[in-house]
Protein backbone atom coordinates (compact mmCIF):
# COMPACT_ATOMS: atom_id res chain seq x y z
CA UNK A 1 0.00 0.00 0.00
CA UNK A 2 2.00 2.94 -1.30
CA UNK A 3 0.18 5.35 1.46
CA UNK A 4 2.53 3.85 4.01
CA UNK A 5 5.37 2.88 1.71
CA UNK A 6 9.26 2.68 2.84
CA UNK A 7 11.28 5.44 1.40
CA UNK A 8 13.93 4.54 -1.18
CA UNK A 9 15.77 6.95 -3.39
CA UNK A 10 16.99 6.03 -7.42
CA UNK A 11 20.38 5.77 -7.73
CA UNK A 12 22.87 6.67 -11.03
CA UNK A 13 25.82 5.21 -12.33
CA UNK A 14 26.99 8.42 -13.40
CA UNK A 15 30.76 9.04 -13.55
CA UNK A 16 31.93 12.27 -11.96
CA UNK A 17 31.28 14.77 -14.63
CA UNK A 18 29.95 13.05 -17.27
CA UNK A 19 26.22 11.73 -18.78
CA UNK A 20 24.55 9.25 -16.25
CA UNK A 21 24.71 5.83 -17.56
CA UNK A 22 21.57 4.02 -18.64
CA UNK A 23 22.96 0.26 -18.57
CA UNK A 24 20.75 -0.20 -14.65
CA UNK A 25 18.28 1.91 -15.79
CA UNK A 26 14.82 1.17 -14.44
CA UNK A 27 12.18 0.16 -17.74
CA UNK A 28 9.49 2.94 -18.34
CA UNK A 29 6.60 0.70 -17.33
CA UNK A 30 8.94 0.28 -13.75
CA UNK A 31 6.92 0.51 -10.65
CA UNK A 32 7.44 4.45 -9.16
CA UNK A 33 9.41 4.63 -5.61
CA UNK A 34 8.32 6.00 -2.90
CA UNK A 35 10.65 8.85 -2.19
CA UNK A 36 11.19 10.39 1.05
CA UNK A 37 9.60 8.88 4.52
CA UNK A 38 6.64 6.62 4.83
CA UNK A 39 3.54 8.82 5.09
CA UNK A 40 2.77 6.58 7.98
CA UNK A 41 5.61 8.91 10.00
CA UNK A 42 3.39 11.91 9.85
CA UNK A 43 -0.36 9.91 11.10
CA UNK A 44 -0.37 10.41 14.86
CA UNK A 45 -3.26 10.70 17.33
CA UNK A 46 -3.17 11.62 20.95
CA UNK A 47 -3.55 8.79 23.83
CA UNK A 48 -5.66 10.34 26.07
CA UNK A 49 -5.80 13.81 27.51
CA UNK A 50 -2.30 15.08 26.92
CA UNK A 51 -0.98 11.96 26.35
CA UNK A 52 1.72 11.24 23.87
CA UNK A 53 1.24 12.00 19.14
CA UNK A 54 1.39 8.18 18.61
CA UNK A 55 0.84 5.99 15.64
CA UNK A 56 -3.09 4.57 15.46
CA UNK A 57 -1.76 0.81 15.61
CA UNK A 58 0.45 -0.59 18.41
CA UNK A 59 2.59 -2.76 18.00
CA UNK A 60 2.42 -5.90 20.56
CA UNK A 61 5.39 -8.13 21.97
CA UNK A 62 3.46 -10.31 23.30
CA UNK A 63 5.24 -13.27 21.40
CA UNK A 64 8.42 -11.81 21.63
CA UNK A 65 10.55 -14.83 23.23
CA UNK A 66 7.86 -16.98 23.17
CA UNK A 67 6.77 -18.04 19.34
CA UNK A 68 8.94 -15.86 17.79
CA UNK A 69 13.16 -15.38 18.47
CA UNK A 70 14.85 -12.24 18.89
CA UNK A 71 16.26 -11.34 15.32
CA UNK A 72 13.29 -12.06 13.96
CA UNK A 73 11.56 -9.98 16.47
CA UNK A 74 13.85 -7.26 15.63
CA UNK A 75 12.56 -7.21 11.91
CA UNK A 76 9.31 -6.76 13.14
CA UNK A 77 9.73 -4.11 15.30
CA UNK A 78 12.60 -2.14 12.47
CA UNK A 79 9.02 -2.81 9.69
CA UNK A 80 7.02 -1.41 11.86
CA UNK A 81 9.17 1.93 12.62
CA UNK A 82 9.66 2.12 8.52
CA UNK A 83 6.03 2.11 7.99
CA UNK A 84 5.47 5.06 10.49
CA UNK A 85 4.90 3.22 13.78
CA UNK A 86 5.97 4.27 16.70
CA UNK A 87 4.65 2.68 19.92
CA UNK A 88 5.50 -0.76 21.15
CA UNK A 89 3.27 -2.61 23.87
CA UNK A 90 5.07 -4.92 26.25
CA UNK A 91 4.35 -6.53 29.50
CA UNK A 92 6.43 -7.77 32.21
CA UNK A 93 4.41 -11.30 31.81
CA UNK A 94 5.06 -11.79 28.42
CA UNK A 95 7.14 -14.90 28.08
CA UNK A 96 8.20 -13.76 32.13
CA UNK A 97 10.24 -10.79 31.16
CA UNK A 98 11.91 -12.09 27.85
CA UNK A 99 9.46 -9.73 25.68
CA UNK A 100 11.18 -6.69 27.49
CA UNK A 101 14.57 -8.23 27.26
CA UNK A 102 14.11 -8.56 23.48
CA UNK A 103 12.47 -5.09 22.92
CA UNK A 104 15.39 -2.98 25.15
CA UNK A 105 17.79 -4.47 23.23
CA UNK A 106 16.20 -3.45 19.98
CA UNK A 107 15.61 0.48 21.28
CA UNK A 108 19.42 0.41 22.45
CA UNK A 109 20.91 -1.06 19.11
CA UNK A 110 18.74 1.18 16.89
CA UNK A 111 19.08 4.28 19.27
CA UNK A 112 15.83 4.97 18.97
CA UNK A 113 14.60 5.77 22.89
CA UNK A 114 13.18 9.32 22.51
CA UNK A 115 10.94 8.36 19.36
CA UNK A 116 9.59 5.33 20.20
CA UNK A 117 6.48 5.78 22.91
CA UNK A 118 7.29 2.55 25.72
CA UNK A 119 3.70 1.07 26.98
CA UNK A 120 4.26 -1.31 29.34
CA UNK A 121 1.71 -3.80 31.18
CA UNK A 122 2.67 -4.62 34.64
CA UNK A 123 0.99 -6.80 38.23
CA UNK A 124 1.19 -9.89 36.35
CA UNK A 125 4.90 -11.14 36.30
CA UNK A 126 4.76 -13.98 38.97
CA UNK A 127 8.16 -12.82 41.08
CA UNK A 128 5.85 -9.58 41.91
CA UNK A 129 2.22 -10.36 41.08
CA UNK A 130 -0.53 -8.03 41.99
CA UNK A 131 -0.56 -4.09 42.75
CA UNK A 132 0.45 -4.12 46.03
CA UNK A 133 2.54 -1.06 46.96
CA UNK A 134 5.77 -3.00 47.26
CA UNK A 135 5.24 -5.69 44.18
CA UNK A 136 4.13 -2.64 42.22
CA UNK A 137 7.44 -0.81 42.26
CA UNK A 138 9.54 -3.80 42.37
CA UNK A 139 7.72 -4.70 38.82
CA UNK A 140 8.19 -1.29 37.27
CA UNK A 141 12.10 -1.67 38.46
CA UNK A 142 12.70 -5.31 37.23
CA UNK A 143 10.93 -3.79 33.71
CA UNK A 144 12.83 -0.87 33.88
CA UNK A 145 16.25 -2.88 33.93
CA UNK A 146 14.91 -5.59 31.43
CA UNK A 147 13.84 -3.08 28.88
CA UNK A 148 17.00 -0.70 29.48
CA UNK A 149 15.38 2.19 30.21
CA UNK A 150 14.61 4.86 32.87
CA UNK A 151 10.79 5.43 32.05
CA UNK A 152 7.76 4.19 30.98
CA UNK A 153 5.41 6.33 28.65
CA UNK A 154 2.59 4.49 29.06
CA UNK A 155 2.11 2.58 32.43
CA UNK A 156 -0.50 -0.58 32.58
CA UNK A 157 -1.98 -1.32 35.46
CA UNK A 158 -3.05 -5.02 35.37
CA UNK A 159 -6.77 -5.38 36.86
CA UNK A 160 -6.96 -8.70 36.41
CA UNK A 161 -6.72 -9.26 40.51
CA UNK A 162 -8.85 -6.55 41.45
CA UNK A 163 -8.49 -8.22 45.02
CA UNK A 164 -4.58 -7.71 45.60
CA UNK A 165 -4.31 -4.23 46.77
CA UNK A 166 -6.81 -1.29 47.59
CA UNK A 167 -6.97 0.97 44.37
CA UNK A 168 -5.91 3.86 46.69
CA UNK A 169 -2.97 2.17 47.57
CA UNK A 170 -2.42 1.14 44.21
CA UNK A 171 -2.93 4.78 42.68
CA UNK A 172 -0.96 6.32 45.43
CA UNK A 173 2.23 4.97 44.65
CA UNK A 174 1.74 5.01 40.80
CA UNK A 175 1.70 8.72 41.72
CA UNK A 176 5.21 8.60 43.44
CA UNK A 177 6.64 6.63 40.34
CA UNK A 178 5.25 9.29 38.01
CA UNK A 179 6.64 11.80 40.50
CA UNK A 180 9.59 10.19 40.26
CA UNK A 181 9.76 10.43 36.38
CA UNK A 182 9.71 6.46 36.14
CA UNK A 183 6.17 6.52 34.44
CA UNK A 184 4.46 9.39 32.30
CA UNK A 185 0.86 8.45 32.03
CA UNK A 186 -1.15 6.00 33.60
CA UNK A 187 -3.40 3.16 31.88
CA UNK A 188 -5.50 0.15 33.17
CA UNK A 189 -5.80 -3.17 31.93
CA UNK A 190 -8.98 -5.55 32.92
CA UNK A 191 -10.50 -2.92 35.14
CA UNK A 192 -14.31 -3.55 35.07
CA UNK A 193 -16.55 -0.29 35.02
CA UNK A 194 -17.14 0.33 38.68
CA UNK A 195 -13.66 0.09 39.17
CA UNK A 196 -12.93 2.66 36.38
CA UNK A 197 -15.62 5.03 38.15
CA UNK A 198 -13.78 4.03 41.48
CA UNK A 199 -10.39 5.57 39.85
CA UNK A 200 -12.02 8.60 38.36
CA UNK A 201 -13.42 9.38 42.10
CA UNK A 202 -10.26 9.15 44.02
CA UNK A 203 -8.73 11.29 40.80
CA UNK A 204 -11.04 14.19 41.53
CA UNK A 205 -9.41 13.70 45.14
CA UNK A 206 -5.54 14.29 43.65
CA UNK A 207 -4.64 10.96 42.70
CA UNK A 208 -3.38 10.35 39.25
CA UNK A 209 -6.04 9.94 36.55
CA UNK A 210 -6.09 6.72 34.37
CA UNK A 211 -6.17 8.05 30.79
CA UNK A 212 -5.56 5.14 28.66
CA UNK A 213 -7.48 1.41 28.29
CA UNK A 214 -6.47 -1.88 27.17
CA UNK A 215 -9.97 -4.25 26.91
CA UNK A 216 -9.24 -7.27 25.08
CA UNK A 217 -11.84 -6.20 22.15
CA UNK A 218 -12.64 -7.26 18.43
CA UNK A 219 -15.07 -7.74 16.00
CA UNK A 220 -16.01 -10.81 16.87
CA UNK A 221 -15.42 -10.40 20.64
CA UNK A 222 -17.79 -7.60 21.88
CA UNK A 223 -19.80 -8.03 24.59
CA UNK A 224 -17.23 -7.78 27.15
CA UNK A 225 -16.84 -3.99 26.02
CA UNK A 226 -19.70 -2.85 24.42
CA UNK A 227 -21.47 -1.79 27.78
CA UNK A 228 -20.44 -0.57 30.92
CA UNK A 229 -16.82 -0.39 30.25
CA UNK A 230 -17.60 1.56 26.94
CA UNK A 231 -19.94 3.71 28.49
CA UNK A 232 -17.47 4.73 31.48
CA UNK A 233 -14.48 5.05 29.27
CA UNK A 234 -16.63 7.09 26.99
CA UNK A 235 -17.98 9.44 29.64
CA UNK A 236 -14.51 9.85 31.08
CA UNK A 237 -12.56 10.49 27.58
CA UNK A 238 -10.56 7.32 28.01
CA UNK A 239 -8.10 6.04 25.19
CA UNK A 240 -9.07 2.96 24.31
CA UNK A 241 -6.21 0.52 22.96
CA UNK A 242 -8.15 -2.58 22.71
CA UNK A 243 -6.09 -5.83 22.72
CA UNK A 244 -6.63 -9.39 21.04
CA UNK A 245 -7.04 -7.01 17.85
CA UNK A 246 -7.61 -10.14 15.66
CA UNK A 247 -8.73 -12.86 18.42
CA UNK A 248 -5.75 -14.69 18.39
CA UNK A 249 -5.14 -14.60 14.50
CA UNK A 250 -8.48 -15.76 13.99
CA UNK A 251 -9.27 -12.81 12.08
CA UNK A 252 -6.42 -12.76 9.72
CA UNK A 253 -8.17 -15.38 7.83
CA UNK A 254 -5.53 -17.22 7.77
CA UNK A 255 -6.93 -19.84 10.03
CA UNK A 256 -9.63 -21.63 9.13
CA UNK A 257 -9.61 -23.80 11.79
CA UNK A 258 -13.06 -22.75 13.84
CA UNK A 259 -11.68 -24.17 16.91
CA UNK A 260 -8.89 -21.05 16.76
CA UNK A 261 -11.15 -18.87 17.83
CA UNK A 262 -9.20 -17.85 20.63
CA UNK A 263 -11.98 -18.30 23.55
CA UNK A 264 -12.60 -20.94 26.36
CA UNK A 265 -15.53 -22.19 26.56
CA UNK A 266 -17.78 -25.22 27.98
CA UNK A 267 -20.88 -26.60 26.52
CA UNK A 268 -21.61 -27.45 22.97
CA UNK A 269 -24.19 -24.88 22.58
CA UNK A 270 -22.06 -22.18 22.85
CA UNK A 271 -19.26 -23.29 21.10
CA UNK A 272 -21.74 -24.08 18.00
CA UNK A 273 -22.98 -20.77 18.66
CA UNK A 274 -18.92 -19.00 18.65
CA UNK A 275 -18.26 -21.31 15.61
CA UNK A 276 -20.98 -20.46 13.44
CA UNK A 277 -20.37 -16.62 14.09
CA UNK A 278 -16.69 -17.55 13.58
CA UNK A 279 -17.90 -18.34 9.88
CA UNK A 280 -19.84 -15.93 9.38
CA UNK A 281 -17.38 -13.34 10.24
CA UNK A 282 -14.43 -14.17 8.25
CA UNK A 283 -17.18 -14.25 5.41
CA UNK A 284 -18.24 -11.23 5.83
CA UNK A 285 -14.25 -9.95 6.23
CA UNK A 286 -13.45 -11.89 3.01
CA UNK A 287 -16.43 -9.64 1.29
CA UNK A 288 -15.26 -6.56 2.34
CA UNK A 289 -11.38 -7.36 1.91
CA UNK A 290 -11.82 -8.43 -1.40
CA UNK A 291 -14.08 -4.73 -2.43
CA UNK A 292 -11.44 -2.99 -0.53
CA UNK A 293 -8.52 -5.08 -2.16
CA UNK A 294 -6.90 -5.21 1.45
CA UNK A 295 -6.22 -8.08 3.26
CA UNK A 296 -9.14 -9.51 6.45
CA UNK A 297 -6.51 -8.62 9.04
CA UNK A 298 -6.32 -4.34 8.05
CA UNK A 299 -10.23 -4.76 7.78
CA UNK A 300 -10.22 -6.26 11.21
CA UNK A 301 -8.18 -3.12 12.43
CA UNK A 302 -10.25 -0.90 10.47
CA UNK A 303 -13.02 -2.01 11.92
CA UNK A 304 -12.12 -1.62 15.39
CA UNK A 305 -10.24 1.97 14.45
CA UNK A 306 -14.31 2.96 13.75
CA UNK A 307 -15.29 2.04 17.20
CA UNK A 308 -16.26 4.71 19.35
CA UNK A 309 -13.12 5.43 22.52
CA UNK A 310 -11.19 3.38 20.29
CA UNK A 311 -7.70 5.37 19.23
CA UNK A 312 -5.07 2.27 18.60
CA UNK A 313 -5.30 -1.18 18.84
CA UNK A 314 -2.52 -3.07 19.95
CA UNK A 315 -1.55 -5.95 17.57
CA UNK A 316 1.13 -8.50 17.39
CA UNK A 317 2.71 -10.20 14.39
CA UNK A 318 4.71 -13.14 13.44
CA UNK A 319 6.48 -11.64 10.39
CA UNK A 320 7.81 -8.50 9.19
CA UNK A 321 4.71 -8.55 6.20
CA UNK A 322 2.35 -9.19 8.74
CA UNK A 323 3.01 -5.57 10.16
CA UNK A 324 2.44 -4.61 6.25
CA UNK A 325 -1.18 -6.07 6.19
CA UNK A 326 -1.75 -4.46 9.60
CA UNK A 327 -1.25 -1.09 9.22
CA UNK A 328 -2.84 -0.98 6.00
CA UNK A 329 -6.08 -0.88 8.15
CA UNK A 330 -4.99 2.74 9.50
CA UNK A 331 -5.79 3.65 5.94
CA UNK A 332 -9.07 1.93 5.30
CA UNK A 333 -11.97 3.88 5.24
CA UNK A 334 -15.22 1.55 5.98
CA UNK A 335 -18.37 2.67 4.91
CA UNK A 336 -21.47 2.30 6.90
CA UNK A 337 -22.70 -0.53 5.14
CA UNK A 338 -19.54 -2.15 5.63
CA UNK A 339 -19.84 -1.62 9.17
CA UNK A 340 -23.11 -3.03 9.09
CA UNK A 341 -22.50 -5.81 7.41
CA UNK A 342 -20.00 -7.02 9.72
CA UNK A 343 -21.88 -6.17 12.71
CA UNK A 344 -24.94 -8.30 11.12
CA UNK A 345 -22.19 -11.40 10.61
CA UNK A 346 -21.27 -11.22 14.17
CA UNK A 347 -25.07 -11.16 15.82
Same mark, same amino acid.
Request: charged share 20%; no cysteine; net charge neutral.
Given at each position: ??? $?? @????????????? !????????????????????????V?????????? @?????????????????????????????????? +?????? $???? =??E???G??????????????????????? %???????????? +????? /????????????????????????? /????????????????????????? =?????????????? =?? /????? !????????? $??G? &???? #????????? !???????? $??????? %? =?A????? @???????????????? /??????????N??????? +?????????????? !?? &???? #???? +???????????L?????????????
Amino acid at each position: MAF $FG @VGTTAATDAPAGG !PASTTNAPHPSAPIPVQGPALGRGVRVALGESGPA @VFPLILGGAEFGWNVDLESSHEILDRYVELGGNT +VHTADA $FASG =RSEHIIGQWIRSRGLRDDIVLAVRVGGHLD %NPGLGPVNLVRS +VEASL /TRLGTDRIDVLYLDGSDAASAPLED /TLATAEWLIESGKARALGAFGFSAE =RLVEARILASAGYP =RI /TVLDA !PYNVLRRQQ $FEGD &VRLV #ASAQNVAVT !PSHALAHG $FLSGRHR %N =RARIGYS @VRGSQLVGSLNRRGTR /TLRALDAVAGNLQVPDAA +VAVAWLLAQKTVVA !PI &VNAY #APQH +VDELVQGVGVQLSRAQLAELARATE
